[in-house]
Nanobody, 120 residues
Framework: VQLVESGGGLVQPGGSLRLSCAASGFTFSTSTMSWYRQAPGKEREMVATITGIYKNTNYADSVKGRFTISRDNSQNTVYLQMGSLKPEDTAVYFC??????????????WGQGTQVTVSV
């Protein structure tokens, strides 16, 4: 299983970024995918989740209305569109797969993370 995040960087408050996570090594279309983040000195927290086939989504209260998670099952990629960014969104963002092989549970896997910094 491989998860490769991209799209992080430095952005000013109020700006936008789109993160991508390219997945391989499991059946992407039936696997729930999530974005988590971890700020310095804080625990890792769930940001957004999207299920496999039906693409049901769930968001942390802190990002509702500002972030959108989506997926392209033909490209084995999950996205996180982030808008109205705030300094408190600064963190390392991780992609997580609740990986399945066909419909069998394979396990939970994490990407290496991508840094998002919101600052003037």
């Amino acid at each position: 299983v491989q998860l490769v995040e991209s799209g992080g960087g430095l952005v000013q408050p109020g700006g936008s970024l789109r993160l991508s996570c390219a997945a391989s090594g499991f059946t992407f279309s039936t696997s729930t995918m999530s974005w988590y983040r971890q700020a310095p000195g804080k625990e890792r927290e769930m940001v957004a989740t999207i299920t496999g086939i039906y693409k049901n989504t769930n968001y942390a209260d802190s990002v509702k209305g500002r972030f959108t998670i989506s997926r392209d099952n033909s490209q084995n990629t999950v996205y996180l569109q982030m808008g109205s960014l705030k300094p408190e969104d600064t963190a390392v963002y991780f992609c997580k797969a609740e990986a399945r092989q066909d419909r069998d549970i394979k396990g939970d896997y994490w990407g290496q993370g991508t840094q998002v910094t919101v600052s003037v």
